[in-house]
C-alpha cells in the first residue's frame, strides 16, 4: 500500500485546519451529513421521513438500525454530544467499501461511499432542498470508511495496486463534495480491527498484516485530509484518530468511565452477536452482560466503545 509518508505508530494522531470563514465551532454546526459503512450506519432511508426536531435523525427510529446493539457515534454525536439542534442526514450502508469496482463488498447491493455521494448526496441534498435545508457554514461533512477497504483487500496479492487506486477515488469524492458547497469535513481513521475476533482467529500473521495495512490507510487519510485544505484554504478538516482510541480502551477500559464497564475485550459470545432485545441483555451462557463485551460479534464493538467515540469527536470538534 503506498502512503505520501513513512507510517510506523498504530494510528495517526487527531488534527485539525479550521479557517474561519465557514467554520461556526462545534456550538454553530446544525446540520450533517455522514458517510460509511456499518460502524456508521443507522438505516436511514431517504424516502422517508427527514432529520425534524422530534427525531434529528429522520427514520427509523432512534437509535436506528445499527450494528452496535444500541446507539451508534453518528446517534450519540446527534443527540447527546451536540450543542444546538444538530439534524443529521446519515448515508451510511453496512458493509461499504470506498468504491465497489475497486474493492468488492460483501453483497453487491451494498451502496460504497461512492455511491452514498454520488447517487444519494448530490441529486438529492446538494442544492439544501426545502425538506432538509444546509448551509456551508452550518454544517458537517463526516466520514468514517476504510474498515472494509482494509479487511477486504489486506491478504490479496494486488493489494498494492489496488489501495492507491482507492486513495485516488477517495480524494475525488471530497472534491466532489467540496465543489458542491461543503466546507467542514471530519474525517475519522480506520480503528484496528486487527484485534477484532475476526482478525485474531485468522492468526497472527493475518493480525499484523491488517495491523500494517491500517497503519499505512490511516496515514492516506491524514494526507488526505491536508491536502484537501491547502487545495480549498476555505475548507476546514478535522482528522479522528479513532485507531488510538480504541486502542487505549483495548488495553485500558477504565480510561473512559462510559467504557469502565467493559469486562471481556478479546472475545464475544455467540448468543449475542447478532443483537439483544436490550442494551444490557444478560443470557446465563455468555457470564456477563451484552454491555460488558467490547465486541458483540466478530467486528463491531457494542455501544460503550461508540458513546466514548462520539464523546470525543465532540470534544475535538469544541
Known amino acids: 500500500m503506498e502512503c505520501p509518508s513513512s507510517a510506523t505508530s498504530t494510528g495517526a494522531p487527531s488534527s485539525s485546519s479550521v479557517p474561519e470563514d465557514y467554520w461556526p465551532g462545534w456550538s454553530g454546526i446544525s446540520r450533517m451529513f455522514a458517510f460509511g459503512d456499518s460502524y456508521s450506519t443507522t438505516g436511514f432511508n431517504l424516502s422517508l421521513t427527514q432529520p425534524n426536531e422530534s427525531n434529528p435523525l429522520g427514520n427509523p427510529e432512534y437509535p436506528g438500525y445499527t450494528a452496535t446493539n444500541g446507539p451508534n457515534w453518528v446517534d450519540f454525536l446527534t443527540v447527546t454530544y451536540n450543542q444546538t439542534l444538530l439534524e443529521t442526514v446519515n448515508l451510511a450502508y453496512g458493509g461499504a467499501t470506498v468504491d465497489s469496482e475497486l474493492i468488492a463488498p460483501y453483497q453487491p447491493t451494498v451502496l460504497s461511499m461512492k455511491d452514498q455521494i454520488l447517487d444519494e448526496f448530490v441529486p438529492v441534498y446538494s442544492d439544501s432542498p426545502d425538506f432538509f435545508e444546509w448551509q456551508a457554514n452550518n454544517t458537517l461533512f463526516a466520514i468514517w470508511i476504510g474498515i472494509n477497504d482494509v479487511g477486504n483487500a489486506y491478504a490479496q496479492a494486488n493489494s498494492s495496486i489496488v489501495y492507491p487506486l482507492v486513495m485516488t477515488e477517495y480524494t475525488s469524492l471530497m472534491d466532489t463534495l467540496y465543489q ?139
Open 180 to 318: 458542491n458547497g461543503a466546507r467542514n469535513f471530519l474525517f475519522i481513521n480506520v480503528p484496528p480491527v486487527n484485534r477484532s475476533p475476526l482478525t485474531i482467529s485468522a492468526g497472527a500473521e493475518a493480525e499484523a498484516t491488517e495491523a500494517t495495512d491500517i497503519s499505512v490507510w490511516n496515514a492516506n487519510v491524514t494526507h488526505i485530509a491536508t491536502n484537501l485544505s491547502t487545495v480549498y484554504p476555505d475548507a476546514t478538516t478535522f482528522v479522528f484518530d479513532s485507531n488510538s482510541l480504541f486502542y487505549e480502551v483495548l488495553e485500558e477500559p477504565c480510561a473512559y468511565e462510559e467504557t469502565c464497564p467493559y469486562r471481556n475485550t478479546t472475545e464475544y459470545c455467540e448468543s449475542y452477536m447478532n443483537g439483544t432485545p436490550e442494551w444490557d441483555t444478560f443470557y446465563p451462557n455468555c457470564s456477563i452482560p451484552v454491555d460488558e463485551y467490547f465486541w458483540l460479534n466478530s467486528l463491531h464493538p457494542t455501544f460503550r466503545m461508540m458513546n466514548v467515540t462520539a464523546q470525543e469527536i465532540a470534544r475535538q470538534l469544541n
